[in-house]
């Protein structure tokens, strides 16, 4: 009897000692589920909890439960949340003027994700980041993995160069840099509500709309669309960031395991995002639609011709040209 007790009451005591030590909750945006931003917080929870031995649990809020993009910004500043997933450029909304993130946002400013991955690692991003920390009293924990590039996809046009698309009604996110390049292609950016989108191609008040190729294939838009346009204009990342007080709580040994979990959910997220747009593509191709991969030159000389507009006015002058030497 004795025996059992003690068997007992070390099987309890071992139990609760499993329970976290610290528990940290981390929002995104973006809808649960195949998303990037889920799959990296889920895989960055997961490495904290093996790299900490269970020290620490990571409990991920997703689909915009603390609200948007802003409202995360502002309550992780706080400390009312303690952790954030997001796009690494969304940096700009909280860095002062120059908002250099904003260059994240100008098309064809990386060459491929290799280009984006040597930005991330060399000491100009790490400057550039700094301002972020110092604006949003947060701690950038690191580059967590690689998007999908970004593209567009047409109900019944076939195009290949930016004479294509002239006066081509498409639905563009209202990213000045995004419709600014659209124009400059000949295209005619038109503002839709997401939730309206599926209804505005399917009546024609929009010809096409601007979007990730994985995403396209997830929200199966490609059943009201013929085409998809490989442009590849955009390609970026995302990132973490950590209340500065959370963090400067945190043990070193919590610390440094926080910093090899995210570039372990790096590495997974890159080779998760490279096999879901292959399999994106062979997906959309067999579902009848024609994934096009134009000749990027003219595409890339028309909206670099944007730049200087931008250049030593929204960002840094002479930011463009560093970022565009890294590759």
């Known amino acids: 009897m004795g025996l059992m007790i003690f068997t007992l009451a070390w099987v309890a005591s071992s139990t609760m000692g ?42 991920v809020f997703g689909n915009s439960q603390f609200g ?50 040597k930005f991330f690692s060399a000491d100009l991003s790490k400057s550039m980041m700094s301002k972020v920390e110092k604006a949003g009293n947060v701690k950038f924990t690191g580059y967590l993995g690689d998007r999908t590039p970004r593209g ?23 990213v000045p840099q995004f419709v600014a390049a659209y124009k400059a292609w000949g295209a005619n ?22 979007f990730e190729m994985t995403m396209l294939y997830s929200t199966k838009y490609y059943e009201i669309q013929k085409y998809y346009m490989a442009i590849n204009y955009m390609r970026s990342g995302m990132g973490c960031w950590i209340n500065a007080k959370k963090w400067e709580s945190l043990p070193q040994d919590v610390q440094a395991a ?4 995210t570039e372990e959910a790096a590495s997974f997220l890159n080779e998760f995002t490279a096999q879901d747009l292959l399999s994106a593509e062979k997906s959309l191709t067999k579902a009848g639609l024609e994934v096009v991969h ?26 463009y040209e560093k970022v565009k030497a890294l590759k």
């Open 189 to 210: 950016p038109t503002p839709v509500a997401a939730k309206d989108l599926y209804t505005a191609l399917k009546s024609g008040m929009v010809e096409g709309l601007d």
């Open 68 to 117: 948007n993009i802003p409202e995360h910004w502002a309550q992780i500043k706080t400390g009312a949340i303690d952790l954030f997933v997001e796009d690494v450029s969304s940096g700009f909304i909280v860095e002062a003027e120059p908002k250099n993130f904003l260059i994240m946002l100008s098309p064809y400013l990386f060459e491929s994700q290799e280009h984006v991955h």
């Open 18 to 59: 499993l329970a976290a030590d610290i528990t940290l909750k981390l929002g995104h945006v973006a809808p649960t589920g195949q998303t990037t931003h889920d799959v990296a917080s889920r895989k960055l929870a997961e490495r904290v909890a093996a790299n900490t031995g269970g020290k620490v649990e990571v409990k």
């Open 258 to 261: 926080f910093l090899k979990s």
């Open 152 to 174: 567009f996809s047409t109900t019944n046009k076939r195009v290949t160069m930016p004479d294509d698309i002239k006066g081509l009604k498409l639905r563009v996110p209202e």
């Open 294 to 319: 134009p000749d990027l030159k003219t595409w890339k000389e028309v909206s670099e011709k944007e730049v200087p507009k931008n250049d030593g006015k929204v960002w840094e002058k002479g930011l």
